[in-house]
C-alpha cells in the first residue's frame, strides 16, 4: 500500500520562505508523478505544483510562479515544495498526492489516486 507521509508546514510572516517534503513508501517512487494541492476554508482543494515521474516536466499554477518550486529526489523517495515570497492568500492546507499516469506533469486531482495526510502553512501578513 502506498503511503504519503509530509512535513515541513508551519507559521511564517508575509515574505518569508517554508519548504514542504512528501516521503512515498510502499511502492518504487519512480512510477509515480507527483503533485501538491491546497485548500483553503470554504474553497475547493485546488491545483499547485505537479512534477513528472522522471523530474523532466513540471506544472505550476499562475498564482505561485516565480515563487514555488516543485522537486523531487529519487534516493530518498521525496517530493518538495519550495515556497518563497510566501503571502497571506497562500495560506491553507496543503497536500501531496501520487499518480500512476504517464506523461506531462498532472493537473487534475481526479488523476491523483494517493494523498498525504495534509500540511497547515499560515502565513500572516
Known amino acids: 500500500q502506498v503511503q504519503l507521509v509530509e512535513s515541513g508546514g508551519g507559521l511564517v510572516q508575509a515574505g518569508g520562505s517554508l519548504r514542504l517534503s512528501c516521503t512515498v513508501s510502499?511502492?518504487?517512487?519512480?512510477?509515480?508523478?507527483m503533485g501538491w494541492f491546497r485548500q483553503a476554508p470554504g474553497n475547493e482543494r485546488e491545483f499547485v505544483a505537479s512534477i513528472s515521474r522522471s523530474g523532466g516536466n513540471t506544472s505550476d499554477t499562475d498564482s505561485v510562479k516565480g515563487r514555488f518550486l516543485i522537486s523531487r529526489d529519487s534516493v530518498k523517495s521525496t517530493v518538495y515544495l519550495q515556497m518563497n515570497c510566501l503571502k497571506p492568500e497562500d495560506t491553507a492546507v496543503y497536500y501531496c498526492?501520487?499518480?500512476?499516469?504517464?506523461?506531462?506533469?498532472?493537473?487534475?486531482?481526479?488523476?491523483?489516486?494517493?494523498w498525504g495526510q495534509g500540511s497547515q502553512v499560515t502565513v500572516s501578513s
Open positions: 498526492a501520487a499518480t500512476g499516469a504517464y506523461g506531462t506533469a498532472v493537473r487534475s486531482r481526479y488523476q491523483y489516486p494517493y
Open positions: 510502499g511502492r518504487a517512487f519512480s512510477t509515480y508523478g
